[in-house]
Structures are given as C-alpha cells and as structure tokens.
C-alpha cells in the first residue's frame, strides 16, 4: 500500500518570512495529493489540493508542487502570518478514478513567531 | 450548520465496554469515510461507504469493529470490548463524488479507562 512521509515535523519561522513542508510518496499510481491544515482541537480542513496531471498550483499565499518522477510534493506558504499556525498535514491517493483512501503523513507543527 | 457533524464530540468508557458513534454527513454527499488519529499522528483510514455500500475496510478495523450506513445517509461506527489501544479521535468525513474533496467532522474523542 501507500505510504507517505512528512518532513520537517516542526517548523518555526518568523512572520512574513515563507515556509516549506515537504512530503514523499512511494506508490506511482497515486494521482491526488491533498494538504490539510488542522489547528489545535479543531477537525482537519482542505487548503490545496493537487492532481497529477499538474505540476504546480498556487491560491493566494499558498502554493503546492509536484513532482511526479522524484515521488514528491511540497507545501509553500509565503508572508506567513500569526493564523497560518497549525498542523499541517499532506496526503495522497492510489484510486484511478477517486480519491477514496487517503494516506496521511505524520504532519508538520507550524509555528509563526510574531 | 450545514458541515459533517458526529456525536458524541467525547466518550470516556472502561476496557471491555461497547461503544457507538455517529456521523452525519453533507446533505447528499454519497461518499462516507471514517478515519482514526492518535495523538502526533495523521488521519489512518478505516473504512468507506458508497451510499449504503461498504466499500472497503483497513485491516486496522479489527472483528471488533464494524460501521453502517443503512439508508445511505449518517454512519456508526461501533467498538465492541474497547481496549485501551483504542483510545484515540474518531474522524468522519464525506464527499459528494470520487473526485470531490473529503470534508471531515469535528470528530469523537475516545478515551478507553
């Protein structure tokens, strides 16, 4: 099955400075790599998603890379701000036509020093 | 609110006792999954539903465990003779389609005593 790892698990940067989190995959047939962003007590929440057919995506602040052949996508959050602390949380895909079962990393604490 | 929603959003039982939760998800989303997430972890899938039909299960969800979702609407997911190994939150999510976005629910945290 699927597995997917996470680095860095802690990350501290200072505010307006960017950030980037970094996650590898080993099943090729993966297709769909979400980031969730989940803050303390509070339920995991979609903030970018990208599908293999597209080798970046971008939306405000954020953006997510690809890297089909290498088997990793990476989070970047640029002028971060207070709010942007959380955890952060990568996931991927193996259905051809859905994205039913996703694997999670182990996340990364993100922390924004004021 | 019209967001996934589970009950209880806490459940404190001894070892060897059953327990129940309950998903509701979006109005008509068809797509129902249930995750589990201990403490520094991510999400850990263990089951789905396509409307009433479940579709696939983790071998994480062992004999004691089992989910339904009888009308195609909200799930349970029950645990029989809780372990304390099965402490942990309990995270529903749905989706309207295969290629939609999982929205998850606030959860149910279980602490096995």
């Known amino acids: 099955g699927e597995n997917v790892e996470q680095h860095p698990s802690t990350l501290s940067v200072q505010e307006g400075d960017s950030a980037v989190i970094k996650c590898t995959y080993s099943?090729?047939?993966?297709?769909?790599f979400p980031w969730y962003k989940q803050e303390l007590g509070k339920r995991p929440q979609l903030i970018i998603d990208?599908?293999?057919?597209?080798g970046e995506k971008k939306d405000q602040r954020i953006a997510v890379t690809l890297n089909k052949t290498a088997k990793h996508f990476s989070l970047h959050i640029t002028e971060t701000q207070p709010e942007d602390s959380a955890v952060y949380f990568c996931?991927?895909?193996?259905?051809?036509?859905?994205?039913?079962?996703?694997?999670f990393g182990t996340g990364t604490r993100l922390t924004i020093i004021p | 609110d019209t967001g996934v929603s589970q009950d209880p959003r806490h459940k404190i039982t001894k070892r060897g006792q059953n327990v129940t939760f309950r998903c509701d998800p979006i109005?008509?989303?068809?797509?129902l999954y249930w995750y589990r997430q201990t403490l520094g972890q991510g999400p850990e899938f263990l089951t789905y539903?396509?409307?009433?039909?479940?579709?696939?299960k983790s071998r994480l969800l062992s004999d004691r465990f089992s989910a339904e979702r009888p009308k195609g609407s909200f799930s349970t997911l029950e645990i029989q003779r809780t372990e304390q190994g099965d402490s942990a939150m309990y995270l529903c999510?749905?989706?309207?389609?295969?290629?939609?976005?999982?929205?998850f629910g606030p959860g149910t945290r279980l602490t096995v005593l």
């Open positions: 999510a749905s989706s309207l389609a295969p290629l939609d976005t999982q929205y």
């Open positions: 099943d090729s047939a993966s297709n769909y």
């Open positions: 990208i599908r293999s057919n597209v």
């Open positions: 996931a991927a895909s193996d259905r051809d036509f859905g994205n039913e079962k996703l694997t």
């Open positions: 109005s008509e989303h068809n797509r």
């Open positions: 539903f396509q409307n009433e039909a479940q579709l696939e």
